[in-house]
């Protein structure tokens, strides 16, 4: 993971930031639309937050109770439970299902998991077709890329790329579509997909939500392409994470209070579906075999550690939507299946402090994305939690680690702290650029070696001379 | 006084004392003060934030009130040292006895002189940067804005996204510089859009992180000021 190094393209590509620049404000101002008509519906936004939360600490502290009745209940609504200790085994479980089968086409609907899980190369390794068919996901998988955004899986392409790609990949002439026409090109997508729902003999999706009291997986999206992945084919397997699950039918009508405006600014999104068991005799649809597979995946690790609240995690992607640092890179620049705020703690929690070292440091502080989030994870404490991780294990590079030394022993030496900033106060101001008029004593620094950062956008204001404390000192004896 | 206004911008210092000498506080800047640790906390350099927050605790608890000049400094008194300490009982108590006097200089002003009046004579069009640490770790909002609005001649424009990072985050501008550039660059144009005279906030860094680009970008006339260098009226247009 090269995080800074990524992040230096992202910053420099300019389709990228276009499109990004474009989406930005409609997220913000969806989200704030949304909550405000809480008050609309007589709730009050604040009170609703600290209810989700509750209901998700209250689902982990008992986790194992609430999963196995989740078990017990799905069980005996038709359905089978398979157990995943991490993504490699989910994935062959998966495969094997398929196999079992005969399955030769699999049609998928969004799920991070089965990101984590490389499910979609699994699948193809094994000879079997992956399709996803959420569009933005569709649109990514032909351009062979991974989603950038957990709700929003294509908001890094702009309208010219995916125009291309759909005359690449659907074998239409680009005449026959009237260019930039949004409609149309969805219409286009949807035709191909189509066949693909009606040939496919099994149907992959995640679950928003895993209620325990009704063993039913809730399934929240803005496409119907959730209900045909669910419903046409005669197998239908849900993948999800085992901190998915809330106790209660109830909880999960709270939660969608808050899971749509946080992520879209809907009160409720275009498709909500409640799945319990197989298909009934004298029922028309629905699969002959829904089978659930319950990923741990580093998750139980995170139970009763430092981390724990990170699990309430309901993938509404509010963080992201207001983190400053993503919406100048894009999700990509993360490395991993999740991006912005939530990336950035669970990316290094999942596959090792190690191996992202860069992303607890990848944020300025500002929670924007705490003062979001729909169950009040407090992100940046946890980054910084991560941080003083990194510094327990020697994980920081040699400078920082000696910078920070001598600083803090420095600091501790009022008279010798003086010293030192009365003179970094005249060095500045021997750094300083030519005045305009050719003389010593200009206002800034234009290239400042000792943190280039800095100057690689900004002048930096050249300190006037005699600190505060000096100028204190000798007010002081007069 | 936090360094950055040590090093950086005395006036900003001295625009503070005379706005508390003004309201009829006796105001002293004890000698031994230096840095309060909060890049070190914000680093996860735990143990020597822990250090220099007992050291800052024991340098202002004899003090009635603690005022600072910057929300982040503020916060971080107010809401790290108690969590710092939080496993030594004792030092915990004088933490959170430190950190309930502590207040940013808006915020005690609003406080403790409710009809303040300002000297300034300032006349021009004013829009505010609310900085992250102060708005989100301290609920600074009104504040800064009122005392302003209270200068005669000064015109608030609120620029849109006001309330958005400026992409300063301490070691973040250095280490993520284009970043931050590209954060700051949304900054700069919510600023012109207002095209007000005068960017004001209530933290330095911010400040500097905002002046060092506007003047990149080649915006030589926007002023950027701390709210107490424009209430203590030395920067009169
Ligand atoms: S961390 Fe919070 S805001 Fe971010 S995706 Fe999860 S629930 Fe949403």
Redesign the interface.
Known sequence: MFF?QR??DK??NPVL?QALQKARPLFVGKRAKGVAALAEDGLDGERLRDACAEIRNRALADLDVWLSLFEERALASGAEVLWARDGEEAAALVVALARQHGVRKVVKSKSMLSEEMHLNAALAAAGIQPVETDLGEYIVQLAGETPSHIIAPAVHKTLGEVEALFAENHGRPQKTRNSADIPEMTREARGVLREHFLSAEMGVSGANFLIAESGTAALVTNEGNGRMVTTLPPLHVVVTGIEKVIPTLEDFATLMRMLPRSATGQSISNYVSLLTGTRRSGEHDGPQKTVFILVDNGRADLLGSDYQDMLRCIRCGACMNHC??YF??GGHAYGWVYPGPMGSVLTPLYTGIENAVDLP????????C??VCPVRIPLPKLM?R???????RGL?PLG?RLT??A??W???Q?RL?RLF?RI??RYLGWLADPAPDGSRGGR?I?IFGL???????????V??G????E??AARKRV | ?T?L???????V??AALQLLERVGCTVV?P?????C?Q??A???????AV??AK?AVAELEGYERVVVPSGSCAEHICNGYPQLLADEPAWAMRAQAVAGATRELSQFLAEHAPDFSPAGDFSGSVTYHDS??GL??LGIKQQPRELLARLPGLKLEEMPECE??C????????????????????KCESIASVGADVVAGGDLGCL??I???L??RGDETTRVLHFAEILAGEVAK
């Not at chain 2, 206004?5 to 006036?11: A, I, N, Q």
């Not at chain 2, 914000?42 to 020597?48: C, V, Y």
């Open positions: 800074q992040a230096g910053v420099r930031q400053p640092v100048s890179l440091q990848a944020t300025t502080g500002c929670n924007q705490g003062s910084h991560l941080r003083e991780t990194q510094v327990e920081r920082e920070f030394k600083w803090g420095l600091a501790r009022p702290y900033s970094a106060a800034r234009r943190a280039p950062g800095w100057t690689v956008g900004r002048d930096l204001p300190p006037p005699p600190t505060f404390h100028r204190y | 006084m360094c206004v040590d090093l950086m911008r005395p006036e210092g001295f800047v000698d031994g003060q230096t840095c640790g890049p070190a914000s680093a996860g350099q735990r143990a020597i250090a220099l050291k992250c640490k989100r770790g958005e990072c992409g300063f985050g301490g070691a973040f501008s250095v280490k993520y510089g284009e970043v931050s550039t590209r954060i700051v660059d949304r500097l992180n002046e060092g680009r003047r990149r």
